[in-house]
C-alpha cells in the first residue's frame, strides 16, 4: 500500500511556486502581520489538498485558526496533494518573515528534505538485532522540536507502508510531537490529519499528542529530588555591561551574594509531583536576580504567594513543558518512555545574539549588517532607559538557559553549548529502556570536545548504533552553507554498543540506507582516550593505517616523557584586543617606514639618509627596506607585523602577501618560492603596547593556522615564527626540551601528520584538544633528532631575515661539517618540493610507516592535471585525499609523487646500514650546496639588536592616531 503520493521533482516545483504565490498574496492583503500571512495562505493550502485528496476542506479549515481571510490556491498550478506542502509553505513564510537570512539562521530552523526522511526512518525501523515493534496499540513515536510536522509524516507513511492492514486513524495515538512555534503545531496537526485521509476522523485529535512546549525546559519525578543547586551556579549577564542608566554588575553581584549565602544555609527541597512544584523547580534556573528576595527557604510547604506566582509566569512565559504530566500515557509505570525519539532539532549554538535584539527592538533593519560592538550597544542603550532595562533582560535570561543546556549536556565548558546536542540528551532521557533515538545534529556530536560527556554516554550505557556524517556540498538542505556538516545518528537508550556503523563525508541519502563502515568503541577509545571524539575514517584501510602509526608512536598531548607535549598559547586576539592595532596604510601615512627586519620604524622628518652599506661599518645606522639607513638617534617608535593565519604556507610565514580590504574581503598575494620571504602584514602593534600587554611573544616558536579544513590541500599549515606577535589566527606552540623546535616541525609539516590528522578533524577549527589527541612519532625518535634533520628543515622554514638569531643558536650545536651550510637557502619550487618530500619520507619512518602506506596515503594524488581541476573526476575521489596538492604540476612532479619515491629510497637505505646519522645526512643534505640569498646572518641578528637596544633606552611617543 502506498504510503502516500510519489510527488515527481516537477510536481514539488509547482507545489513550492503555489506556496509563494499564495503568501504573496497574503503579504499583499494583510501587510506584516505575520500570523495572520501565515493562517491565510495556510488555509487556501489546506482547502486544495483536502480537495486533492477528496476530503471535506471545511474539516481541514476547521484545524486551523479563522482569523484570517481564505485565499485560493492559484489556477495557473495543479492541485497539491502533499500534505508535506504545509511544511514547505511554513518554510517560505520563515524565510519572508525575516526579510534575511540573519533571523532565519538565528532560530537554527530549516525544513528536512523527503529524501533524506524517508531513507533514514527506514533504517531506524530495520535496525537490529531488536526491529521496533509497530503495534499502534502500544507503540509511541515522539518529535521534540517537529516544525510543520515533516519526520512525523514521514514515519506515519512508513507505518502505513509496512503494516496496510491497520486502520489508518489507529496510527493517530502513536504520534506525539512538541514545538515552540505555535503556528507550526497547527500545519503538523492539519498535515497529519490529511495524511491520515479520513472524513471520519476528528482534526481535533492530534491536539493532545501534538503540543506547545519548550522540550529542554521542564522538570520530571527525578528532578524533584533535589533544590537545584547548578541553576545559580551561572552569570546575570551583566558583569560587563557599560551602559548609561544601571550600574554595570548589579545584577551579577546579587546573585553572588545568594549563593554566599545559600552556602551557608543549604536550602531544603519538600515537593510533590504537581504542576506547580514542576513549575516552581524548573523557573529556578531562569529566576531574575533582581527577584532572589521572593525565592523562599526552605523551600518547604507552604510557599509563599509572590514566588508561586513568579514561577507561574516565568513557566507560562517560557512555555515550561514537564513531559510525564504532558503525555502521561507514555510516562505510564508500565512503559516509562518512548519508543522512537527522532527529528531534526535546531542546530545553532546557544549564542548571544546582540545584533539580533537591538534590530527587533529598535525596528532597525540596517543593523543587520553594521558592527555592533560595545560602543554601539552604549549608544543604543543610552538614548532608552527601557531598552537598556530589556536589554539586561536578555542577557540575563540568555545566561540562565545556557547555564540548563549545559547542565543537560554534563558540560562545563566555557564554549556556547549546541541545541541540537541538548535535544539529543533530553532525549534519551525520556526513551523507554531499549527506546531508539534517531536525529539529524549538528557534527559537533561526533567531534566537539564540549559533546563530550554526551559521547560518554552513548559509547557506555546508551548505545550509538549508526553515525553517518554529512557534508551538504550537494545541497541537502537548501540555504544552508555547502561546507556544513551534519551526522544522522541512530541510539538505543541502556543498551552499550560494541561497535558502530559509519560512514563519513556522505553527500546523498543513499548512505543512511546501509553505512558499511563497522567502528569498534574499543577502537574509539584508543583514538581517542580523552576527547572521545569518533574519527573520520573512511574505511579499514585509513584505520589500519592510524592505529599501526599510533603503535609507532604517541599522541603530541601525551603524558609521557618521550611525547612533544607542547605549550600551546594565543598571543593577541585581533578583536578583543582591536585598540592595539593599527592599519599598516595608517602607519606609513603617520611616517612609519620598513627596517631591513620588516620591522616598521618611527623616523624624524629630518633625519640623514644614507647608503645602506654604511650600516655594515657603522652600528649607529639601522638599515631600510628602501635600500638607504638612518641613525639610529632619528628612530622615535617601533611598530612589529602581526602574524596572521593567511599569511602562512608550509614552513612558510611569509606565504602570502595583504594588499587591501579587511575580513572575508581582503585580497592577499601568492607569493611564490623564488620571491623574498618578506613580510606584508595587514596590520601592526606598537612595541610599546606590546610591552604593556605583557604576552611573551620572543621566538623561536611554532605558529600554525588556527583555521583548516580536512578537504583544503593542508590541513596543517605550521611555521617557524621569530620574535614577532601572532594574532589569534595563529596559535604558537614550544617545546621546553627543544627550544628551536625542528623536531616538532618537521612533523607538523609533513604529509603523513597531515594524513593522520584529518580524520580527527571535523569542523573549521585545530583546537587544542584535537592536536593533543593527534599521532606523531616519539620525540626521542632516532631519526628526528639527527643533525641532518635538524638543518635540513632549518633551511626549508628559516628564510626570514629574523630567523637569524635562530640561525646562531643552531649554529653551536652543529658538527663541524655541517656548520658552514647553516644558513637560508632559497631555492626554486622544484627544488623545495623536493626538499619536502624528503622530509615526508623521514616522518613516514619515524612512525613506521611502509612506502606501500605512503602509497596510499598519497593515492589518487597521480592523475592527470586536466582530471584534478574536473569536478566530474574530483567528486568521485576522497574529499579528505591530498589529490589536491601541486595538482597545476605534472604528476611525477608533486610533492606527493615525489615523497612515495623518497619513502622508498629511505628505506632502501636505512636497510643497507645501520648509521642513521650518516645514512640521513646522504639522504638529506646536499654536501655541494651552500647558503645563498640572506646569508649574512651575523650582520642581520646584530641589526635587531641595535634597534632594540637604542629603544629600550627612549620613552615612546604618544599614540598619534
Known amino acids: 500500500m502506498s504510503c502516500g503520493p510519489a510527488v515527481p521533482d516537477e510536481r514539488i516545483r509547482q507545489t513550492r511556486l503555489g506556496c509563494r504565490d499564495l503568501l504573496a498574496r497574503a503579504i499583499d492583503l494583510l501587510g506584516p502581520d505575520w500570523d495572520k500571512v501565515l493562517t491565510a495562505a495556510a488555509r487556501g493550502l489546506a482547502t486544495a489538498l483536502a480537495t486533492a485528496r477528496r476530503l471535506d476542506p471545511a474539516h481541514a479549515r476547521a484545524s486551523l485558526p479563522t482569523d484570517a481571510p481564505d485565499l485560493a490556491w492559484p489556477a495557473s498550478q495543479p492541485l497539491p496533494d502533499d500534505p508535506e506542502a504545509l511544511g514547505w509553505l511554513h518554510e517560505s513564510w520563515l524565510a519572508a518573515r525575516a526579510r534575511d537570512t540573519w533571523s532565519r539562521k538565528a532560530t537554527g530552523a530549516f525544513y528536512t528534505p523527503t529524501t533524506l526522511i524517508e531513507p533514514f526512518i527506514e533504517r531506524v525501523f530495520a535496525d537490529q538485532p531488536d526491529p521496533l515493534n509497530a503495534d499502534p496499540a502500544t507503540l509511541r513515536i515522539c518529535d521534540p522540536a517537529c516544525g510543520g510536522g515533516a519526520f512525523l509524516l514521514g514515519a506515519l507513511r512508513h507505518l502505513r507502508r509496512r503494516h496496510p492492514d491497520v486502520a489508518t486513524g489507529d496510527w493517530s495515538t502513536s504520534l506525539h510531537g512538541v514545538d515552540l512555534d505555535p503556528k507550526a503545531l497547527q500545519l503538523t496537526r492539519t498535515a497529519l490529519w490529511l495524511e491520515v485521509g479520513d472524513d471520519q476522523l476528528d482534526p481535533a485529535v492530534f491536539a493532545e499528542r501534538i503540543r506547545h512546549g519548550d522540550a529542554l525546559l521542564g522538570a520530571g519525578p527525578e528532578d524533584l529530588q533535589a533544590w537545584p543547586e547548578r541553576a545559580f551556579q551561572r552569570s546575570a549577564g551583566d558583569a560587563g555591561h557599560t551602559g548609561p542608566h544601571l550600574p554595570a554588575g548589579l545584577r551579577d553581584g546579587r546573585l553572588r551574594e545568594f549563593r554566599e549565602l545559600r552556602a551557608a544555609e543549604p536550602p531544603e527541597w519538600t515537593s510533590s509531583s504537581d504542576s506547580a512544584d514542576r513549575d516552581l523547580w524548573t523557573a529556578a534556573w531562569l529566576w531574575p536576580a533582581t527577584s532572589l528576595d521572593e525565592l523562599p527557604f526552605p523551600l518547604r510547604p507552604p510557599v509563599r504567594a509572590e514566588a508561586r506566582a513568579l514561577a507561574s509566569s516565568l513557566a507560562q512565559r517560557h512555555s515550561f513543558l514537564h513531559w510525564d504530566l504532558a503525555f502521561p500515557e507514555v510516562f505510564a509505570p508500565h512503559r516509562r518512555g518512548f519508543d522512537l525519539i527522532l527529528g531534526n532539532p535546531p542546530w545553532d549554538s546557544a549564542r548571544l545574539e546582540a545584533r539580533s535584539f537591538f534590530r527587533e527592538a529598535r525596528g532597525a533593519r540596517g543593523l ?319 612595541a610599546a603596547d606590546l610591552r604593556r600587554k605583557r604576552s611573551d611573544t620572543s621566538g623561536p616558536k611554532l605558529g600554525f593556522m588556527a583555521i583548516g579544513s580536512a578537504t583544503n590541500a593542508y590541513t596543517m599549515v605550521a611555521a617557524a615564527v621569530p620574535a614577532i606577535p601572532c594574532g589569534n589566527s595563529v596559535p604558537c606552540l614550544r617545546t621546553p626540551h627543544d627550544p628551536l623546535g625542528l623536531g616538532l616541525l618537521a612533523v607538523l609539516g609533513s604529509l603523513p601528520f597531515d594524513a593522520l590528522l584529518r580524520p580527527r578533524l571535523a569542523g573549521l577549527n585545530l583546537n587544542r584538544f584535537t592536536l593533543d589527541e593527534a599521532i606523531t612519532p616519539r620525540a626521542d625518535h632516532a631519526l628526528l633528532g639527527t643533525a641532518a634533520l635538524r638543518l635540513h628543515v632549518a633551511r626549508l622554514a628559516w628564510n626570514h631575515p629574523l630567523h637569524a638569531a635562530d640561525w646562531l643558536a643552531l649554529r653551536t650545536e652543529l658538527p663541524p661539517r655541517l656548520r658552514a651550510l647553516a644558513g637560508p637557502r632559497p631555492g626554486s619550487r622544484a627544488e623545495r618540493t623536493r626538499q619536502l618530500a624528503t622530509l615526508d619520507a623521514v616522518v613516514a619512518n619515524a612512525l613506521d610507516l611502509t612506502p606501500d602506506d605512503m602509497a596510499w596515503i598519497c593515492r589518487d594524488c597521480d592523475r592527470e592535471v586536466q582530471a584534478l581541476h574536473k569536478p566530474a573526476t574530483t567528486r568521485d575521489l576522497d574529499p579528505k585525499g591530498l589529490w589536491r596538492i601541486d595538482r597545476d604540476l605534472p604528476a611525477d612532479r608533486r610533492r606527493t609523487s615525489l615523497a612515495v619515491a623518497a619513502s622508498q629510497q629511505l628505506a632502501r637505505l636505512l636497510e643497507q646500514s645501520d648509521d642513521v646519522e650518516t645514512t640521513l645526512e646522504q639522504f638529506l643534505i646536499d654536501p655541494r650546496s651552500e647558503p645563498r640569498g640572506l646569508d649574512d646572518v651575523p650582520y642581520l641578528d646584530q641589526v635587531r639588536r641595535r634597534l632594540e637596544d637604542h629603544l629600550a633606552t627612549r620613552e615612546p611617543p604618544t599614540d598619534r592616531r
Request: charge should be neutral; aromatic fraction near 6%.
Open 368 to 686: 543587520a549588517n553594521e558592527p555592533l560592538g560595545a560602543t554601539e550597544r552604549h549608544a543604543l542603550c543610552a538614548a532608552s532607559h527601557e531598552l537598556e532595562s530589556a536589554w539586561l533582560d536578555h542577557c540575563e535570561l540568555h545566561a540562565a538557559r545556557t547555564n540548563r543546556i549545559r547542565h543537560l549536556l554534563r558540560s562545563t565548558g566555557r564554549a556556547a553549548p549546541n541545541l541540537g546536542l541538548a535535544f539529543v540528551a533530553r532525549s534519551l532521557d525520556l526513551l523507554r529502556a531499549g527506546g531508539r533515538l534517531a536525529m539529524l545534529v549538528p557534527s559537533a556530536l561526533h567531534s566537539d570536545l564540549g559533546a563530550r560527556s554526551l559521547r560518554q554516554r552513548l559509547l557506555a550505557d546508551d548505545g550509538l548504533r549508526v553515525l553517518v556524517g554529512f557534508e551538504n556540498r550537494r545541497g541537502l538542505f537548501e540555504d544552508v552553507d555547502a561546507r556544513f556538516k551534519f551526522d544522522a545518528v541512530i541510539a538505543v537508550r541502556d543498551r552499550p554498543p560494541s561497535r558502530i556503523a559509519t560512514d563519513f563525508m556522505a553527500t546523498t541519502a543513499e548512505a543512511l540506507r546501509s553505512p558499511g563502515f563497522d567502528l569498534e568503541v574499543a577502537q574509539v577509545r584508543a583514538a581517542s582516550p580523552r576527547s572521545l571524539s569518533i574519527p573520520e575514517y573512511r574505511d579499514a584501510a585509513e584505520r589500519a593505517t592510524s592505529e599501526r602509526a599510533l603503535r609507532a608512536g604517541l599522541r603530541l598531548g601525551d603524558d609521557d616523557a618521550h611525547a612533544f607535549r607542547p605549550s600551546f598559547q594565543r598571543e593577541l586576539d585581533l578583536s578583543l584586543d582591536a585598540g592595539l592595532f593599527h592599519d599598516r596604510p595608517d602607519l606609513e601615512a603617520s611616517g612609519y617606514q620598513r627596517d631591513l627586519l620588516d620591522r616598521w620604524v618611527l623616523i624624524r622628518p629630518d633625519a640623514e639618509r644614507l647608503p645602506a652599506e654604511r650600516a655594515r661599518d657603522d652600528a649607529r645606522l639601522l638599515p631600510l627596506a628602501d635600500g638607504r639607513a638612518v641613525p639610529l638617534d632619528a628612530v622615535e617608535d617601533l611598530a612589529l607585523p602581526i602574524l596572521e593565519g593567511r599569511m602562512l604556507g608550509p614552513l612558510r610565514i611569509a606565504a602570502k602577501a595583504w594588499i587591501d580590504g579587511r575580513g572575508r574581503r581582503a585580497v592577499w598575494h601568492e607569493r611564490s618560492e623564488t620571491e623574498p620571504p618578506r613580510l606584508e602584514p595587514r596590520v601592526l602593534i606598537r
